[in-house]
C-alpha cells in the first residue's frame, strides 16, 4: 500500500504561481512513477505532468508545457507540481497518482495503482 496526501492548493490570481506536494508513504516511494492529474469541474479527470521513478524523465500535457514543472525528491518522499502563469482554465482539483508498473507514466489513468484525495487549486481572472 501506498498513501498520497496532497498538500499546497488554494486561490491565485491569474498570472500567479503555486506548488503542490504530494507526500508519499508506505511502499518505497523510489519504486513508483508518478504523475499528476486534475478534474475541473463539470469535465473528466485529465493527465497533467509525469515523472519516471528516477526522476530523470518526465512528460507534459501541451496545456501546461512551459509553465508547470514536475519533480520529486526521494529523500522527502514527496514529488512536486510547481505551476507558474496560471490561467483560469488550470482551476481545477490535481491529484496525484503512483504507478508501480511503468518507470514512467502515461495519460492511461486506470494504470495507476494508488491515487491522493486531491487538493483545490482556484485561479481568478
Known amino acids: 500500500q501506498v498513501q498520497l496526501v496532497e498538500s499546497g492548493g488554494g486561490l491565485v490570481q491569474a498570472g500567479g504561481s503555486l506548488r503542490l506536494s504530494c507526500a508519499a508513504s508506505g511502499r518505497t516511494f523510489s519504486n513508483y512513477a508518478m504523475s499528476w492529474f486534475r478534474q475541473a469541474p463539470g469535465k473528466e479527470r485529465e493527465f497533467v505532468a509525469a515523472?519516471?521513478?528516477?526522476?530523470?524523465?518526465?512528460h507534459y500535457a501541451d496545456s501546461v508545457k512551459g509553465r508547470f514543472t514536475i519533480s520529486r525528491d526521494s529523500a522527502k518522499n514527496t514529488v512536486y507540481l510547481q505551476m507558474n502563469n496560471l490561467k483560469p482554465e488550470d482551476t481545477a482539483v490535481y491529484y496525484c497518482a503512483a504507478d508501480g508498473l511503468r518507470s514512467l507514466g502515461s495519460s492511461r489513468e486506470y494504470e495507476y495503482d494508488y491515487w491522493g484525495q486531491g487538493t483545490q487549486v482556484t485561479v481568478s481572472s
Open positions: 515523472i519516471s521513478f528516477s526522476g530523470g524523465s518526465t
